[in-house]
């Protein structure tokens, strides 16, 4: 699968590089914008390049892509999707980013690359105390399939995820299973009038 610069109206994606550890250091040392991510944020320039080095470098399982504004060349965000079964899909974004619908149409423009690359299938998921995660989700096409529990690490913490899916290929019955058969404690939640999970169906 060939990783290509992409471009919307607003923005240019493409892959980290060595001289965009200002940006990383901001991007993934703000304690908010890492809020719900399951890494601890960077503290020094140190641990920025070292966050680089191990997962932005695009060497493993993981891709990410930088986002940044057309005509200023640095990093404000990113879009991650993982290359396993789960084919997750992930985002952040600086704060003074957010509430622009910047994550939303950086992740659409990865989406569609997914989708003529031939990857059959989309999923992503949020901390329930995010919901402002799933609306984006929501926003991308993606269908709330189910929630479970799980020990996140290396924060060590319990949390209750929402698991979301968008298949690319037509099978609209598709649903990812791993995480449901992995958890201990699983349910699907009802939806409201806006399709957004509220209260539990069933455990």
Not at 12 to 38: C, S, T, W
Not at 129 to 139: A, E, H, L
Request: glycine share 10%; net charge negative.
């Amino acid at each position: 699968m060939k990783w290509l610069e992409l471009k919307t109206e607003r923005l240019v994606l493409r892959p980290f590089r060595e001289g965009d550890m200002e940006a990383v250091y901001k991007i993934f040392g703000d304690p908010e914008v890492n809020r719900f991510l399951p890494w601890f944020p960077v503290g020094t320039m140190e641990e920025a390049r070292e966050f680089y080095e191990g997962r932005l470098r695009n060497e493993g399982s993981d891709f990410y892509y930088g986002i940044c504004l057309r005509g200023e060349d640095r990093p404000v965000g990113y879009v991650s999707f993982t290359l396993n079964d789960s084919h997750d899909l992930g985002y952040g974004l600086c704060r003074e980013f957010w509430h622009r619908g910047i994550a939303g149409e950086a992740a659409g423009a990865v989406l569609e690359h997914l989708r003529r690359s031939g990857i059959p299938y989309v999923t992503a998921t949020h901390d329930v105390k995010n919901p402002g995660s799933g609306q984006v989700m929501r926003r991308l096409g993606m269908r709330y399939c189910y929630s479970y529990e799980e020990q996140w690490q290396p924060k060590d913490i319990l949390v209750v995820f929402r698991l979301y899916q968008l298949n690319l290929d037509g099978q609209e019955d598709r649903v990812y299973r791993k995480c449901w058969d992995n958890a201990a404690a699983r349910y699907v939640e009802c939806l409201d009038g806006h399709g957004e999970p509220g209260s539990k169906d069933f455990s």
